[in-house]
């Protein structure tokens, strides 16, 4: 039977705005786990993934920005006066990053090699690789520091054979020299005197092993059995642990490659990775939340702790013999030359680092690392790791060549590691996983909203037409549903009247 006309609009505003509401909470319900399963989907190390293509070959332009500490009085130094530098740069590479020897394993880890190549950008840069630069004398002075237990009969003889090859404990070499690798008579000397003690040939550079090479054999989890695993080192170059350091937790290999990490993170997650350079693992803690580009994002930075000395963290006793907090000796994975890695300028270092050389102005913006990654995915959309080399130098009896030089960190460069997404695969990266969720998070709610308004739009229809309905019904009579009383009752009237008009007449 059909719903009177009255009442058919309240029932339909009622049926659509139940309608709304229910796949409204149908998607508030579903939605969440759609999301989840979607990324799960997109992040895994899968040939069918969204973010494998990124994982193999990084599309995203990284540049390498190396900063140099000019030593601007080298003969005072020698006399035993305070250093002084200028900071020199930036000289700009554009890094080039891609894997190969990518092998799947049956236990859901896959193992590959990433290589690592290097272009200099001259318009980027604030001067050219041929550039001149005094710097210390890498090879004497740490030779120098290596040797200093040696005999001292046998130090001055090597100390004559430095001289006679017109070593001293600074040189004045190129950009391109310092960084790439230079030919030095002084490797072969030093192998002579002492057998081992500088165990490679040939060209010597800081980063001669960047280049062309790769940074060893990681073997991580792709996510296929547990996306919570995803991009976690399961070894490097077959190890579970190095070992450089003089703990067990010093040693370990912990969180990731440092490119990608697991997916859905909190601001009390934390972003760890092994780091074949800095011969350790390292871990960043979170700062702040952002957006990068229309992205959201969670920024993660370098905590105080990460190259305190013993003392002042002791779970980092195992990296000494430690200095001054604020840099860390790395001489066990470098030679046993005497480097020290820390932050650019000694940022968040012991004030006594940098009160000891001049020309040093840390801060914050300029010197500090960080990593800013989209937490529903764990992709960094934007990032700068910067790292400062340092060579420790001082006299050292029976080497002519380390005159009266005070016992110091000397910083010789900085460099800065940066990258961010953009152009094609960020406008891709924004669509899949970012804009079409947030777009389906608010039709959840419109669908809700709009449901609620149509039911309570429908109930103050339904109230109102009752309403009317009670008011009319007094007045107006319905005459389809009340009995009419003037048709029955008017001729019954009118034989009344003409009967008592009869009587009258017979009285």
């Known amino acids: 039977m059909a719903a009177p006309a009255g009442r058919r609009a309240p029932l339909a505003l009622g049926l659509a705005g139940l309608v709304f509401a229910l796949c409204g909470l149908v998607l508030l319900f579903v939605l969440p786990s759609m999301v989840r399963d979607q990324v799960i989907k997109n992040v895994r190390i899968d040939p ?136 030095d008579p002084l490797i072969d000397v030093l192998n002579n005197f002492v057998p081992g003690l500088i165990p490679f040939k040939g060209k010597f550079g800081l980063f001669i092993d960047f280049n062309n090479s790769n940074t060893g054999l990681f073997t991580v989890y792709t996510g296929a059995t547990d996306i919570n695993q995803i991009h976690i080192v399961d070894t490097w170059n077959g190890l579970k642990k190095v070992n450089y350091w003089h703990s067990n937790e010093c040693n370990m290999i912990n969180g990731t490659s440092g490119e990608m990490w697991p997916p859905f993170m909190t601001p009390s997650s934390s972003l760890e990775f092994y780091s074949p350079d800095a011969c350790r693992s390292m871990k960043l803690v979170y700062e702040q939340s952002g957006v990068f580009k229309g992205v959201p994002t969670y920024r993660f930075v370098a905590p105080k702790t990460l190259f305190a000395n013993g003392t002042d963290y002791p779970p980092n006793e195992g990296f000494c013999p430690c200095r001054e907090s604020g840099i860390q000796n790395v001489s066990t994975c470098r030679m046993n030359a005497p480097v020290f890695i820390s932050h650019p300028h000694f940022y968040d270092a012991d004030p006594v680092l940098v009160e000891a050389v001049d020309g040093l102005h840390p801060n914050k913006e300029q010197h500090g690392l960080f990593l800013d990654v989209h937490p529903v995915t764990g992709i960094p959309m934007n990032c700068s790791i910067k790292l400062q080399l340092s060579l420790y130098i001082k006299k050292v009896s029976g080497i002519s060549q380390t005159g009266q030089i005070k016992p110091v960190v000397l910083p010789i460069l900085w460099f800065a590691e940066s990258g961010a997404i953009e152009g094609s695969v960020l406008k891709q990266f924004y669509t899949n996983l970012v804009l079409i969720p947030s777009v389906l998070e608010y039709v959840q709610y419109i669908c809700i909203g709009l449901g609620v308004a149509l039911i309570v739009a429908a109930i103050v229809l339904e109230v109102k037409r009752q309403r009317n309905a009670r008011e009319k019904s007094p007045q107006q009579p319905d005459p389809q549903t009340e009995p009419s009383w003037s048709s029955e009752t008017t001729p019954l009237l009118q034989d009344a009247s003409k009967t008592n008009q009869n009587d009258a007449a017979e009285a």
Do not use: C
């Open 48 to 183: 069918n993934s969204i973010a494998f293509s990124m994982w193999k070959d990084v599309p995203v332009p990284f540049y390498l920005s190396a900063y140099f500490f000019e030593v601007l009085n080298p003969k005072e130094i020698h006399l035993g006066a305070k250093p002084v530098v200028n900071q020199r740069g930036p000289y700009v590479y554009r890094e080039y990053r891609y894997k190969t020897n990518i092998t799947f394993h049956d236990n859901g880890t896959v193992s590959f090699l990433e290589y690592r190549r290097f272009f200099f950008q001259p318009d980027l840069s604030d001067g050219m690789e041929e550039d001149y630069i005094v710097v210390p004398n890498i090879l004497v002075m740490g030779a120098a520091i290596m040797m200093e237990k040696l005999p001292h009969f046998l130090k001055v003889l090597i100390s004559g054979a430095l001289a006679g090859l017109g070593q001293d404990a600074f040189m004045n070499r190129t950009v391109g020299e310092i960084l790439w690798g230079y030919d």
